[in-house]
């Protein structure tokens, strides 16, 4: 494990570097990104190396004062976090260059890097944590490091209110977390990941209070209303690693625990396949509602967490009726879509930074015909649009296809789960029709048209540092979706490391799979290739005039002819209405002369409103009146204490 410490020693200077730099504002960043880079790709050729060869776990140990001990270990489920962690914070790191472009911020900037970098180290050791200490340890500096990354531009009171949002719900899903691993250590008197001795209940248990501290990390529903204000407040960089990879860390705590308990049970995978459902289809929809870009893209978080939620869920029916073929899809499809979406998500994060670098807004309805201008971000987050919405030949398609399939193997089995996988199919089938509709509406009234608002006029893309990282991504999403074979097998890997005790999985299904679907895609492609060629030689020679992109007829065509994101997803979002509240503000239009009026609307999140309902105001509601103890009395203070020491004397 040599190389993968030397990388997180990398890492850590990389952060720390920047803030000693902090005047000389360009030296500054690139310490910053190589640093981080550097440490990154060490980090990312150790765990290719751990998945593309054969071997067992790496292990190391730390004592401290022979009391505090902090262990690791990288197995095949730890390496494929690990890749998926390096590879998106590497171009995360180098698209900061040219991002992070404000020299009056410079100690800020340096700041970010400090806290970016404890970032990264800190989800590396999550993932390679092999005892209750290490892991809570590296959990709460993953969840500090990125709570003071999303308060970047703390003089905004919108992004310390989602700096204060993410701060409360991580902690109380980290109670949850530390009471799972009570119940473990209750039990066992170990702090290491060892369930020997423990009942079926109090493995329920320990599974179920940490499903919900995971899951609230991960952006489950109904534990996701963090998310989609802390996604929107972070720089766009951030956004992409949060996003990206962050929240994948739940996926993965989820994983490793069902590993630990090894409860081979129907209602573990029933309860995981549910939220997973609710989770994609209501994540979609919300984000179809959205006018901020970033908040729409947050959304599209919580659903494809549903999607691989679905995929884990199929996995472990597979496992509880004793259907290897069904557990081992559902799991591969499930981890292949955390690799997946952590390429696509961060792609078009990062599309919508440069949208917002370049403009100023984050408005979809103030934006419009970008694409003339910037035909590089348009073009690769037009590739993240149709991968995000599993459509062929990206990489989204290739793990939801391995989803399905798995749903499909539990329809030959009894009628219970047979009625769940059938649930499992029309479900990813909605999700993915949702998020054609919701990407068609943001790449449409973004890059297609004509310029809104005055910002979205003469925009320009200058900046390579930020356009690599996206050219990149969007290669990665077609070379995964043509060529998935290599990746399937990494994904494998990982499903071997979760021990489902089937010995050996079979390699040949799984290649025959990945063949045709790069036969498929190779031939789509040439198709596609030869029209364009045909396409250029027809109109060789020709005179090619260019007009207003929405004319219709119209000799004089304006932007209030075209549609808006808002009169796009209407129709869609009143069928939702019941979990999608829709509240409109619009003065009607009387009189004669009727003055200027507007439109508002806002798609209300039912957990939110709720919670802020019968939560939030009651309990500020009580500690409004228990504000009487805080009177200022040094006195009393000194009371309170002694009358705490009495009463714990009784108990102990």
Known sequence: ?????????????????????????????????????????????????????????????????????????????????????????????????????????????????????????????????????????????????????????????????????????????????????????????????????????AGLLAFVLAFIGFGSKAGVFPFHVWLPHAHPAAPSHISAVMSGVMIKTGIYGILRMYGILNLQTPALGTMVLVFGMVSGILGVVYALGQHDLKRLLAYHSVENIGIILIGIGIGMIGVATKNPIMAVLGFSGGLLHVLNHAIFKSLLFMGAGMVLHKTGTRSI??????????????????????????????????????????????????????????????????????????????????????????????????????????????????????????????????????????????????????ANITLGATLFLAVLLLLLALRRFLYQGKAIGRSGTWGCGFTRPTTRMQYTGTSYAASILEFFKPAAPLEENHPPVSGLFPEATHYHSRVHDIVERHLDRMVVKPVLWLFDKLRWIQHGDIHLYIGYILLAIVILLFFV
Request: charged share 10%.
């Open 1 to 201: 494990m040599n190389l993968f410490f030397l990388s997180i020693l990398i890492i850590a200077a990389g952060g720390a570097l920047p803030l000693l730099s902090f005047r000389q504002f360009t030296l500054m960043k690139t310490i910053g990104v190589l640093g981080i880079s550097i440490g990154c790709c060490l980090g990312m050729l150790d765990a290719l190396s751990r998945l593309t060869h054969d071997g067992t776990a790496a292990v190391a140990s730390f004592a401290y004062l022979n009391t505090l001990f902090l262990s690791f270990r990288i197995d095949g489920l730890s390496a494929f976090f690990l890749l998926a962690i390096f590879a998106v914070c590497l171009l995360a790191a180098v698209y900061s260059f040219h991002y992070m472009s404000q020299p009056e911020k410079a100690l800020g900037t340096a700041a970010n890097y400090f806290f970016f970098s404890l970032l990264v180290a800190s989800m590396a050791l999550v993932v390679a944590a092999a005892n209750m200490i290490t892991f809570l340890l590296a959990w709460e500096i993953m969840s500090l490091s990125s709570f003071f990354l999303v308060i970047f531009d703390h003089q905004t009171p919108e992004n310390r209110k989602a700096g204060y949002l993410y701060f409360v719900f991580s902690h109380v899903g980290a109670m949850f977390i530390f009471a799972a691993f009570g119940v473990l250590y209750g039990h066992t008197g170990s702090f290491g990941f060892d369930a020997a001795g423990l009942s079926h209940d």
């Open 365 to 514: 309805d103030a934006l419009g015909g970008l694409l003339k201008h910037m035909k590089v971000t348009g073009v690769t987050f037009l590739i993240g649009s149709l991968a995000i919405a599993g459509l062929p030949p990206f990489n989204g398609f290739v793990s939801e296809f391995f989803i399905y399939l798995g749903g499909f193997r539990g329809i030959a089995v009894d009628a219970p789960v047979f009625v769940l996988s059938l649930l499992a199919i029309v479900s990813l089938a909605v999700i993915g029709g949702l998020a054609l509709a919701c990407f068609t509406k943001v790449v449409g009234v973004v890059f297609q048209g004509e310029p809104r608002s005055p910002a979205a006029q003469e925009v320009d893309e200058k900046g390579l540092a930020m356009l690599l990282p996206m050219a990149i991504l969007a290669g990665a999403c077609a070379v995964i979706g043509i060529y998935p074979g290599a990746f399937m097998f990494m994904a494998l890997k990982a499903v071997a490391a979760i021990g489902l005790e089937y010995g050996r999985i079979p390699i040949e299904p799984f290649a025959r799979m990945s």
